[in-house]
């Protein structure tokens, strides 16, 4: 149980254009999911807090006009990386708080993006 | 400001040795301190987790060490094994948001 998974796992996109990534729990619903970006070998960095039906919370120093965050269903998060840039290309994870009070979050697989 | 700090930056241990990872955090109102470990292109996935109510937890060849007024907790891995490389991440968090703050990260490598 408590599998998260993304898609696509891998995208390459040119300079300009926009990406979606989406986050899905598969067998629990999740009120709120993390969205995290991770730069080789470095570790995660929270960018959000997306809860289901609400406007996601951004950390400082992210820009919310370029990372678009929808969490429609209890099942669903979508990050969409708006205009993407080369700097942009990174490793995006996302995770699910399980829901149960305990704190435990599970993450997803993760999405390369490459930005040309 | 690094609210969790994470040591060693890498480890090299040989196939049947202990691996030992230590965490410090500042915040004192961090209540869930887990552990994760991460293979390359990959996500995080839990490996064990520990609450400040406790001073030891452990499952199967993994065992979190808590020191609550040193505001420290280390992973042991008994008996490590090659497959046991990756890189291992400690985290915290409070009940009032679940946000984690993660550590930087210890590269492990198990040599045979």
């Known amino acids: 149980g408590a599998v998260v998974s993304q898609h696509p796992s891998w995208v390459i996109c040119k300079s300009g254009t926009s990406v979606k990534i989406e986050c899905r729990s598969l067998?629990?619903?999740?009120?709120?999911m993390f969205w995290y970006r991770q730069f080789p070998k470095q570790s995660l960095m929270l960018m959000a807090t997306?809860?289901?039906?609400?406007?996601?919370?951004?950390e400082q120093g992210v820009e919310k006009d370029k990372f678009l965050i929808n969490h429609a269903s209890l099942t669903l998060s979508t990050l969409t990386v708006t205009s993407a840039h080369p700097e942009d290309s990174s490793f995006y994870i996302c995770?699910?708080?399980?829901?149960?009070?305990?704190?435990?979050?599970?993450f997803g697989p993760g999405t390369r993006l490459t930005v040309t | 400001q690094q609210q969790v700090k994470q040591s060693p930056q890498s480890l090299i241990v040989q196939k049947g040795g202990i691996s030992i990872i230590n965490c410090a955090y500042e915040n004192t109102a961090f209540d869930y301190f887990p552990w994760y470990q991460q293979f390359p292109g990959k996500g995080p996935a839990l490996l064990i987790a520990i609450r400040p109510d406790v001073s030891e937890k452990k499952e199967g060849r993994f065992t979190i060490s808590f020191n609550k007024s040193a505001k420290q907790f280390s992973l042991h891995i008994m008996d490590s094994q090659p497959g046991d490389s990756a890189t291992y991440f400690c985290?915290?968090?409070?009940?009032?948001?679940?946000?984690?703050?993660f550590g930087k990260g210890t590269l492990l490598t198990v040599n045979p």
């Open positions: 995770s699910a708080d399980a829901g149960t009070g305990s704190n435990e979050q599970y």
């Open positions: 997306s809860n289901e039906g609400s406007k996601a919370t951004y």
């Open positions: 067998d629990f619903q999740a009120t709120t």
């Open positions: 985290a915290a968090s409070t009940g009032s948001n679940y946000k984690l703050t």
